[in-house]
Nanobody
Framework: VQLQASGGGTVQPGGSLRLSCTAS????????IGWFRQAPGKEREGVSC????????YYADSVKGRFTISRDNNRNTVYLQMDNLKPEDTAVYYC?????????????????WGRGTQVTVSS
């Protein structure tokens, strides 16, 4: 099982990025997939997740109204659309799963992690 996160980059405050999480050897639609981030010197934190059963979505308070998670089953990809980015969103972003249908923003139970992608928000 492999996950791969991509789409990071450097943007100015107020800008947008779309991250993608793709998978090999399994179908993302059946499992909850979460996006997590870790800034230098800080603990990893949950950003958003989408469940594998009914597609319910959840967001950390810090990103509500700015980030949108979605899934394209045909492309086997989960996206994180990030709008109105702020300098405090700067971090390495990872997608991960614990192979359960329900999703969670608690990173401690995740057992499959994709290689992260760097997001830098700076003027």
């Amino acid at each position: 099982v492999q996950l791969q996160a991509s789409g990071g980059g450097t943007v100015q405050p107020g800008g947008s990025l779309r991250l993608s999480c793709t998978a090999s050897r399994f179908r993302l639609r059946y499992w909850g997939i979460g996006w997590f981030r870790q800034a230098p010197g800080k603990e990893r934190e949950g950003v958003s997740c989408i469940s594998g059963d009914d597609g319910s979505t959840y967001y950390a308070d810090s990103v509500k109204g700015r980030f949108t998670i979605s899934r394209d089953n045909n492309r086997n990809t989960v996206y994180l659309q990030m709008d109105n980015l702020k300098p405090e969103d700067t971090a390495v972003y990872y997608c991960a799963t614990d192979r359960r249908r329900a999703c969670t923003l608690d990173y401690s139970g995740m057992d499959y992690w994709g290689r992260g992608t760097q997001v830098t928000v700076s003027s």
